[in-house]
């Protein structure tokens, strides 16, 4: 009798999405049957002789990994729409293994954390929560903490895809005046319903009063707000970042931060996941900072893991995968 593939899990998924994958009777399911992150060692080690893995972000994904998996492989399916974790070069030189990700289906759960993160950031929310939990608050006040609106002002939006054009079209309500975006190139289908305007970085940073970063990590993004970004953005500025942790230097940050070179900083992600409790910027009164949960509320990280298990189960059978990064 001929084996089952096998399909390494390397963590536990969304309830609805793990009950399937343990109904799952053409694979043998290898599972990290946790929820938190699998360590290296194990890793390398469950990954031998298998056919497929459905992965996380916070699993890297490398030549390294290849090797220990051996030539069995025939697909990775991260549980993410960025794959920065994923070494794409060494993915296609290894017998083209497919990868398999999750677009589309986080869009509006992330869309509305940035929303979310830049409404705290700009009526000083942050601020607000810690009077209250101090006890030091008193009740209303005409002066105290006053934070600023959007109505009039210039979004502007870094990475103008699928997170960013539904970001936009979510804050567009709030009353900005205009919609700057910048990127690899204009993307018209979308700017136009929105009349928003494709601009250089730098102008982007000059004038915009809230930027959103929502483009992926890669050589060009890496560290792109740096004390070069920050000097270029006006002192109102609200920051905020749902994308990559890495793409914002955070040494530069907390600089412009103490500098009062930018008014705020909201950030879903950091380096490392999580920030230290005792980061400086965890602490500071002008940022504010959640533990990357862009994408996490119970639709969408069980349309995720579904997701995740079609491709994993297609890259296994050979088939076309819902959702494939061409490499
Ligand atoms: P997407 O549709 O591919 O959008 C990314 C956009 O960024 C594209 O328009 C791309 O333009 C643009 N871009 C590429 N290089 C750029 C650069 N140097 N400067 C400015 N823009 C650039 O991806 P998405 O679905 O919106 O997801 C975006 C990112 O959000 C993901 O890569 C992931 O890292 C992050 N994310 C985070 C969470 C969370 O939980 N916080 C959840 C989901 C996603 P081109 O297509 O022209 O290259
Ligand atoms: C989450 O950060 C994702 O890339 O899906």
């Not at 963590?11 to 992150?37: C, F, Y």
């Not at 293994?97 to 993160?117: F, I, M, Q, S, W």
């Amino acid at each position: 009798m001929s084996r089952l593939p096998v399909l390494l899990v390397t963590r536990e998924l969304p309830s609805l999405a793990q009950k399937r994958l343990q109904g799952l009777t053409n694979v043998q399911v290898r599972q990290h049957n946790s929820i938190d992150v699998i360590g290296r060692q194990q890793l390398l080690e469950e990954v031998k002789g298998a056919d497929g893995i459905i992965c996380l972000l916070s699993d890297k994904i490398d030549t390294e990994f290849l090797q220990a998996a051996g030539s069995s492989l025939k697909v990775v399916s991260t549980v993410s729409v960025g794959y920065d974790h994923v070494d794409t070069k060494a993915l296609k030189q290894h017998g083209g293994v497919k990868l398999g990700y999750t677009p589309n289906v986080l869009t509006d759960a992330t869309a509305d954390t940035t929303v979310l993160l830049a409404l705290m950031a700009s009526r000083r929310a942050k601020e607000a929560l810690d009077i209250v939990s101090s006890g030091n608050g008193g009740g209303f006040s005409l002066s105290r903490g006053l934070g600023t609106q959007f109505t009039g002002k210039t979004l502007g939006i870094v990475g103008f895809g699928r997170i960013g054009c539904a970001t936009a079209e979510r804050l567009v309500g709030f009353g900005f005046g205009s919609v700057l975006y910048s990127g690899s190139r204009p993307n018209e289908e979308r700017a136009q319903p929105l009349g928003a305007e494709y601009v250089p970085f730098d102008r982007l940073l000059g004038e915009s009063d809230l930027v959103c970063i929502c483009c992926p990590l890669n050589d060009k993004t890496k560290g792109m707000f740096n004390k070069s970004a920050f000097e270029k953005m006006k002192r109102s500025a609200i920051l905020v970042n749902t994308a990559r942790g890495a793409i914002v230097n955070q040494d530069d940050l907390l600089e412009a931060l103490n500098k009062k070179q930018i008014a705020h900083a909201a950030l879903d992600v950091t380096v490392p996941e999580p920030l230290p409790a005792d980061h400086p910027l965890v602490h500071h009164p002008h940022c504010t900072v959640l533990p990357h949960i862009g994408s996490a509320t119970e639709e969408t990280r069980n349309a995720m893991g579904n997701l995740a298990i079609d491709n994993a189960l297609a890259g296994i059978f050979g088939e076309p995968l819902k959702a494939e990064v061409r490499l």
